[in-house]
């Protein structure tokens, strides 16, 4: 019998979970956002199929969040699993060019990347606070930027080499597959939990109903310009060498926004952080509705690329202030995929309604923003509901 793996420093459990969330949000949640006009350009994909692939994601992101409030598996095997699936999945799109098994491949990525951010949250989070340790969680969740950075760069190469979309594909699926190999070697043994918490039920208008409001309303407003910030600077500029900057600005701005974000954790709340960075977003969301031009389409990567990291890190720091924190964390990211379901869905009703471009969705999103913003402050008036500290 082997002898078990020691426990990792704080900071090979900061790198662990970069890694994780790299592969399992930057590839299985990200990568089909870059790829998808190259794989017009070749020819392989309608807009249409694209929608619903998207949406096909969107719709598995879901219900692995559901998956997670119903099981809450133990974390660490958690994330070893959905990394394993990340990896397979990906790697299959690149195998076949049938688009019903790339819908039902987009879905199961989906449910996978769900599964590993709430397992890398519930085991991450907690074991660098009992390391002293709680500002690395900005590495963490910079892995996400950075993940969607990379695969953003591997996009931008391969549109500008003319390589084939399943090329791609087979590289991001294969890089997916060694951070699962070696997230599994260096995990260590489970983490110890603390003592079991009486299952309650989320009371209308309190601090969890709000979190969870809130976090569906962030949900809504980021996903139409990361969904479709790409197609529209190819677009508006037909040159892969230019269009193609968007999703890397994207992706590079969440990655540095996050250990920004981490260090401001010193002086200030994960409330106030969150409230911040969501008028911050709005005026990325409004961007490309008040300027038609690249310009904006980069203003909208900055402003909304780093800020939908900070935001979810803050979220998912404030959920382990209440007492079920894995619960509320996973209610959080349901209610976030849900929201952000709806936001493909309203471009589409806008479109049909023959109101231009997404000019009408964003304007809704950037609305609820702006009340999230406002329910999040009423809500730090008073904090009453809020249980033990989990974050150090």
Known sequence: MHPKTPDPSAMMIALIGMASLATAMG???????????????????????????????????????????????????????ALVAVAVFTLAMGVTSRFDLWLALRFAAGVASACALVSVSAWALPALSQCGRAGLSGCVFGGVGIGIALVGSAGLAAGVARTEPATVWLMLGTASAVVALAAWSLMGRPAIHGPPVVSSRVRFGSGEFRLILCYGIFGFGYIIPATFLPAMAREWVDDPAVFGLAWPVFGAMAAISTVLGAATLRHSSPHRIWISALLLMTVGVLAPVLMRNLGSLLLAAVCVGGTFMVITMAGMLEARRFKQANRLAAAMTASFATGQLLGPVAVGLSASLGVPSIAGPSLLAAAGLLVSAWLLTSQGKGNSDLGTSAIG
Request: proline share 7%; net charge positive; hydrophobic share 45%.
């Open 27 to 81: 590839v299985g949640r990200f990568a089909f956002t870059p790829l998808m006009p190259l794989m017009q350009a070749h020819g392989t994909l309608s807009f249409s199929q694209g929608a619903w692939l998207a949406g096909a994601n969107y719709f598995g992101y879901l219900v692995g969040a559901l998956v997670c409030i119903a099981r809450r598996p133990e974390p660490q095997r958690g994330v070893c699993a």
